[in-house]
């Protein structure tokens, strides 16, 4: 099975703060991660997907980086709505498996 | 516009049954692969079953495999989940995940059903 590990697990951070999010696969997965945010009592939200692609409607300060093991999420500019858990998901084999989570808090 | 409905939750004490259900609409859902993915309380993301759009590829997490069967009505833009031999661990929100075509990477989510298993 492929492990995520998703860094750090939480992050105190301010508006207008550069936070960045790193996940690392266990063995290498191309470019199939996805990046997800998840609000309390909500489903998560799709942010990013193939590594780098922006979802539709996704702010311009959402990006992602990254191929083969090690990913990058990066909030270049943390807005009052992004506090918030990211989660990473790889797609390249089953099982799928999910990052640990990283909550960003203020 | 693209909606999961998932419906189906319950209490159940362990060792009982349960049958999720899912309800698909907006998309053309036979066109379409699809998952189960769960959150038990307070915790992280956990896949739990993927079925492709014909039914010929079903996968399950070791967790559940010989437990929960997951099957799709095409015809009825259904997907469901049979939950059985529940165990105190399979406490958990469980949602309906569509993944992007061409890859198994969600991009719809529906709003989750609670499935509690206690005695």
């Known amino acids: 099975d492929i492990q995520m590990t998703q860094s750090p697990s939480s992050v105190s951070a301010s508006v207008g703060d550069r936070v960045t999010i790193t996940c690392r696969a266990s063995q290498a997965i191309g470019s199939w991660l996805a990046w997800y945010q998840q609000k309390p009592g909500k489903a998560p939200k799709l942010l990013i997907s193939?590594?780098?692609s922006l979802q539709s409607g996704v702010p311009s300060r959402f990006t992602g980086s990254g191929s083969g093991t090690d990913f990058t999420l990066t909030i270049s500019s943390l807005q009052p709505e992004d506090f918030a858990t990211y989660y990473c998901q790889q797609a390249n084999s089953f099982p799928l498996t999910f990052g640990g989570g990283t909550k960003v808090e203020i | 516009e693209v909606q999961l409905v998932e419906s189906g939750g319950d209490l159940v004490k362990p060792g009982g049954s349960l049958r999720l259900s899912c309800s698909a609409s907006?998309?053309?859902?036979?066109?379409?692969?699809m998952n189960w993915v769960r959150q038990a309380p307070g915790k992280g993301l956990e896949w739990v079953s993927s079925i492709s759009s014909s039914s010929s590829y079903i996968y399950y997490a070791d967790s559940v495999k010989g437990r929960f069967t997951i099957s799709r009505d095409n015809a009825k833009n259904s997907l469901y989940l049979q939950m059985n031999s529940l165990r105190d661990e399979d406490t958990a929100v469980y949602y309906c995940?569509?993944?992007?075509?061409?890859?198994?990477?969600?991009?719809?989510w529906g709003q989750g059903t609670l499935v509690i298993v206690s005695s």
């Open positions: 995940a569509r993944p992007q075509s061409a890859t198994w990477l969600v991009d719809y």
């Open positions: 193939i590594a780098s």
């Open positions: 907006g998309f053309a859902f036979s066109g379409y692969d």
